[in-house]
């Protein structure tokens, strides 16, 4: 019996496939798209602000090796959702990689928090878009699949907040909580469970990443204000997350090396959920 090839560059190929990135004009989503577009694979990102994804796009591109675009859109309703879905469609019949990334927090105190952009709009973007845009991408996904050994994949991004009760800590201000935000996580990582059910047999994977402390726009407001030795202290690794990391995971869940991985919430947090301190104060209620 002849040994399989595997090399690295067999294992890890990605060369090309096409990607779409909700929220990838910024943070881990611009990781996450500046991987794939290094590694040969064609990269859409979708955000709000059309201007940031031009400065992504035109970062982005110093170092692909295959073409880089952006769409602008807004993945906070059905409507939003939909609208993206179909202006993707009208420049690809194919689809390999959907990476949903696009997320939100809200802070606010405990006993005043708002509804609509505490609660529904947190889980109208971290949830719900996942869920329409997976569902609405499925034919394409599916039809793009190269089978068992090659399946088309889903990577939702989640957070170590889905497993991490405490929701008043450095990275919101004083007296207020992201009571919203642990338990949208918490139900990205039950959806893609499901995918995984769902969409395995047509050779789709659907796997979550859950990072801890990455310098991204939702940690900006504490890492600044708290400083970022606040989050080190409780860091057996000594850092927080940085490109490299979530670069390496990313690439790992698109390519042939993990085609039998899928329903997978992979925790990247540098053991931080393992440190003795603790970011979040004790509170009296």
């Known amino acids: 019996m002849s040994v399989p090839d595997l090399s690295v560059p067999t294992l890890f190929n990605i060369k090309g496939k096409i990607a779409l990135v909700t929220g990838g004009s910024t943070g ?40 880089v675009d952006y769409i602008v859109a807004n993945v906070g309703s059905k409507a939003g959702c939909d609208a993206l879905i179909a202006e993707f469609k009208k420049r690809e019949n194919k689809l390999h990689i959907l990476v949903n990334n696009s997320g939100i927090s809200w802070g606010g105190p405990f006993d005043d ?21 997976s569902a609405g991408l499925t034919p394409l996904l599916t039809a793009s699949s190269g089978g068992s050994l090659d399946p088309s994949r889903i990577i939702n991004i989640s957070s170590t907040a889905s497993v991490e009760p405490s929701s008043e800590s450095p990275l919101s201000r004083p007296g207020n909580g992201t009571w919203s935000y642990q ?48 989050f ?27 085609a039998h991985i899928t329903g997978a919430h992979i925790i990247t947090d540098g ?15």
């Open 28 to 67: 881990i989503g611009k990781m996450i798209a500046s991987a794939f577009a290094q590694n040969g694979c064609k990269v859409y990102i979708a955000s709000r602000k059309e201007d940031q994804l031009q400065q992504a796009v035109s970062e982005i591109r110093q170092k692909a090796t295959a073409p």
């Open 113 to 133: 928090f708002p509804e609509e952009k505490g609660w529904d709009n947190v889980f109208n973007v971290n949830v719900k878009s996942i869920f329409y845009m």
């Open 183 to 230: 338990p949208s996580k918490a139900a990205v990582n039950h959806i893609t469970s499901q995918f995984a059910l769902k969409l395995g047999p047509q050779h789709v994977t659907c796997n979550a990443i859950l990072p801890g402390v990455f310098p991204s726009r939702m940690t900006e407001f504490g890492l600044k204000t708290a400083g970022e030795g606040t």
């Open 232 to 258: 080190i202290s409780f860091q057996p690794t000594g850092r927080v997350g940085n490109a490299q990391d979530m670069a390496g995971l990313a690439l790992f869940l698109v390519s042939p090396a993990s």
């Open 271 to 285: 053991g931080a959920r393992y440190g003795s301190a603790r970011a979040a104060p004790v509170t009296k209620l």
